[in-house]
DNA sequence: CAACTAATTAGATGTTTATCTAATTTGATG
DNA sequence: CATCAAATTAGATAAACATCTAATTAGTTG
């Protein structure tokens, strides 16, 4: 549901620990014991703190040897920010239907890319981008592991700025990256069917 | 201080029955009663809420006979959101210098504004964006009293996007709005004197 | 002022949550 | 496999908070 969402996104940022934290992960990753220290908390409420970060997805973390480190999630704090506005504004009521939404898809993979299937540039407007990456994605096979380096060159296929747009594919959850290691999400994770349903 | 006030703004948002309010109140204003009802809550419960709301100032209230008439305060919803985020992203610290400052200033008016004084475009980026758009109130006269009419019509001198830009002046504080009054908030209030400080 | 209506305050109750210490798990490395 | 370091989980405690009913206040109107 809409409202829960938005609730946990306030819930995550109605704590003063937990507003500290994301401001000391604005200068760069940090991991558990090194938050403690600076907050000075206990490792367990750092934990606890970074649970509820994390189910708002609002900082991501990365595993290096036992050592957790976390990371703000700028795009997605940016984008629940304003998904509330919208949604306390009431600016969410006013969706594309489904047929217009087919049709805005086909005309944006129509104007975005070319005859040879390339990407003539990434969208700036936000839907619009989502469609071009979509389409994209698509054309990986579910299920299999790519290297970074598959990816790269899967992506080069289509567009040279391959870093922004495997970073993307990342970022609106696409994809799923551990250790180097590349594999698609299930379609109902990627992050505009959030908005459709 | 500074991190108070942005928890109490998201302890104000993080519970569902204050957004479910607020999403009632974007349709206009409500009294108490009403507002029960609607939600099938007692009367208590929504004094509780109303308080917690206004505390963060995002609502305003308006006595008429016994009767108080809740409506949301778009301005500090709004406010309150692009603080939090400059909080977490820590865009207060790294401003600036002064002559700097003035430097890029001119040097914006000159890219965004053509030679008979028409803004090009609105600068996607943030701070130019503030810069344009001080540029565009500074020829308002301070103290008067606008019309909305009025507002709209100066505006098209310059953009034709008159809306968006109107939003923005209300947005970032250069001016304040009241019953379809516009008037020119004092220069200290504007948005961008406040990374300077 | 009596009666009415809407709102607020008081006080009670149950739930959520931030934090701690102690115990356990995870992963790496001698 | 024993040890070490970092993180997590379990469990306890205290504070904060959402909600209710009952009592009170504020304001209007016959």
């Given at each position: 549901?809409?409202?829960?969402?938005?609730?946990?996104?306030?819930?995550?940022?109605?704590?003063?620990?937990?507003?500290?934290?994301?401001?000391?992960?604005?200068?760069?990753?940090?991991?558990?014991?090194?938050?403690?220290?600076?907050?000075?908390?206990s490792?367990?409420?750092?934990?606890?703190?970074?649970?509820?970060?994390?189910?708002?997805?609002?900082?991501?973390?990365?595993?290096?040897?036992?050592?957790?480190?976390?990371a703000?999630?700028?795009?997605?704090?940016?984008?629940?920010?304003?998904?509330?506005?919208?949604?306390?504004?009431?600016?969410?009521?006013?969706?594309?239907?489904?047929?217009?939404?087919?049709?805005?898809?086909?005309?944006?993979?129509?104007?975005?890319?070319?005859?040879?299937?390339?990407?003539?540039?990434?969208?700036?407007?936000?839907?619009?981008k989502?469609?071009?990456?979509?389409?994209?994605?698509?054309?990986?096979?579910?299920?299999?592991?790519y290297?970074?380096?598959?990816?790269?060159?899967?992506?080069?296929?289509?567009?040279?700025?391959?870093?922004?747009?495997?970073?993307?594919?990342?970022?609106?959850?696409?994809?799923?990256?551990?250790?180097?290691?590349?594999?698609?999400?299930?379609?109902?994770?990627?992050?505009h069917?959030?908005?459709?349903?």
């Amino acid at each position: 549901m809409q409202l829960e969402k938005i609730v946990n996104y306030h819930k995550a940022l109605a704590d003063p620990t937990r507003l500290r934290i994301l401001l000391l992960l604005s200068e760069g990753e940090m991991n558990g014991q090194a938050l403690a220290e600076k907050l000075n908390i206990s490792q367990p409420t750092v934990t606890h703190h970074a649970a509820k970060l994390r189910e708002a997805a609002l900082i991501t973390e990365r595993r290096e040897k036992n050592t957790v480190y976390f990371a703000q999630n700028r795009y997605f704090i940016q984008q629940h920010a304003e998904a509330s506005l919208k949604f306390i504004f009431k600016e969410g009521g006013k969706e594309m239907s489904e047929p217009e939404n087919a049709q805005t898809k086909s005309a944006v993979i129509r104007n975005f890319f070319a005859k040879d299937g390339r990407l003539r540039q990434i969208p700036a407007q936000y839907k619009k981008k989502l469609i071009a990456l979509e389409h994209l994605v698509e054309q990986l096979e579910p299920g299999r592991k790519y290297s970074e380096k598959e990816i790269n060159e899967f992506i080069k296929q289509f567009h040279e700025d391959f870093a922004t747009i495997r970073r993307e594919f990342i970022m609106h959850q696409f994809m799923y990256r551990e250790d180097g290691i590349y594999e698609l999400n299930p379609r109902e994770q990627w992050t505009h069917w959030e908005n459709v349903k």
